[in-house]
């Protein structure tokens, strides 16, 4: 090669960023949104409208109901509609203070609102109501993990334990306490428990798969794969797998995970981006040039992508192309140094 490439040496593997929007069910399965949904067929706009007007006459004749407030919060939710579904779980709680489903919705509620304080109120309310409920426990322990305040999370968890010493979700949010807190050891033992007290626990091999990733790739390999064979779509766990193998030199099979990510989702970048700069150290430069392209026609803002693409235009000897990406880069990101370094290198050949 004329010039060594300077890249960016690794794409960060893919974080379970959203994880605070995440709640599970308290058996620590498979992960729900923190959205209250309904088992039957979809309602249609008109069907549901109808519904609201139903009950809203039933409260019209009846505002002392705190089940029909209830009804509607639930119909409210269906369509997003939380600012009305909170106002009416706030008049059901008002009206009978005594029923812990009550402050179940109106904690969900206040979640989708992205009101920690206010879920949290709720599910402690819930608590007091019912001290057996074990979801409950795992509710407060994981909102408590997101304020943070680690001692009501691990109170909260291991009061979960205490009932249920087998629950997976409990153990899971405890490493994720410990991984937050910079023990990596008590994150990986508690990840480690969590998948084998269900082996079915697919958030729980990621979290030991990334933890591996700088102490035993071969490891976290094997962590990763758990996660694909449970979800085989897993755009997450087939990236970070794509990337361990990567890391271990092991460029065919990196490739192999990052073209299935591409069928799942064609404009991922990541993907796209990585698959390119494989190709570009084993020289394969068309290919490289199509996949950089590929990435950043799916993030026009990407400029790793955009000085990539120019150093394999220097390889194919299209100086000029190299030269509008490099100065791409640099729009996108003036303080983009590699990219400056190249166009001084080009301006000193000429």
Known sequence: MKNKLIFKRKLLPFLIIGFFVLLVSCDGGNSEEYVETSDSIP???????????????KIKEDSLSPALYYERAGLYMKRQRDQMALLDMERAVELDSLNPEYYER????????KSSRGAIDAYEKKKLLDTNDVSTYLRLGELYLYLPDREQSFRNLNDALRQDRYNARAYFLKGMNYKEM????????????????NPEFYDGYIQLGLLFLNRNTSHAVSYFSNA????????????????????????EKAITDYQMVLSLQPRNRNASYNIGYLNYLQGDFENS????????A????????WYS?????????????????????LAIDPSFEVAKIELEKMAAQR
Not at 309 to 329: C, K, S, V
């Open 309 to 329: 693409r120019g150093r394999t235009h220097i390889e194919m000897n299209q100086n000029d192309r190299a030269e509008q990406d490099f100065r791409m880069a």
């Open 228 to 251: 694909v064979e449970l979800r085989p779509e897993s755009v997450e766990a087939l990236h970070n797998r794509g990337w361990a193998y990567q890391q271990m030199d092991s460029l």
């Open 43 to 57: 309602m249609t706009e008109d069907s549901w409208m109808m519904e609201i007007s139903k009950l809203t006459d």
């Open 298 to 305: 799916a993030d026009s803002t990407y400029t790793w992508a």
């Open 182 to 197: 910079g023990d990596t050891q008590r994150a990986i033992s508690n990840f480690q428990t969590a998948v084998e007290v």
């Open 289 to 296: 040039l199509e996949h950089f392209s590929n990435a950043i």
């Open 106 to 113: 109106l904690g969900r509620i206040s979640w989708n609102l």
